[in-house]
């Protein structure tokens, strides 16, 4: 199952990080490597916590797992088909994970 999508440069990509940084309700954001699940970038607040590179160390772990099980359902479903979106509700937080097409191939999770 191949991510489609729009390709990216690296100043567009910084660009669009920083967009999305600027938004009140974003905490955090951390850009994750499509294929390994290798965290490329991280900022905001769980960038800024202590015990940081540990703590985005277990979301993009969980996160990383998270996406290869859903693009595992998605490609049972549909071989054709790709993920483009998960979001995660719970009483306190919302994660909105972007597994897209850029280059470099990274997956975005906006805390």
Same mark, same amino acid.
């Given at each position: 199952m191949a991510a489609s999508g729009p390709s990216? @440069?690296?100043?567009?990509? @910084?660009?669009?990080?920083? %967009?999305?940084?600027?938004k009140q309700s974003v905490q955090s954001l951390i850009i994750l490597d499509r294929s390994s699940g290798a965290i490329i970038r991280s900022s905001g607040s769980i960038a800024a916590n202590r015990n940081s590179e540990t703590l985005v160390g277990e979301y993009a772990g969980m996160v990383w797992k998270f996406v290869k099980s859903a693009e595992?359902? /998605?490609?049972?479903? +549909? +071989?054709? +088909?790709?993920?483009?979106l998960l979001r /995660? %509700? @719970?009483? %306190?937080?919302e994660l909105v994970i972007v597994p897209g097409n850029f280059n470099p191939d990274p997956m975005a999770i906006v805390r």
């Open positions: 990216l @440069t690296e100043d567009e990509l @910084t660009s669009l990080l920083a %967009r999305i940084s600027q595992e359902m /998605v490609g049972g479903m +549909d +071989d054709e +088909d790709d993920l483009r /995660v %509700r @719970t009483k %306190r937080h």
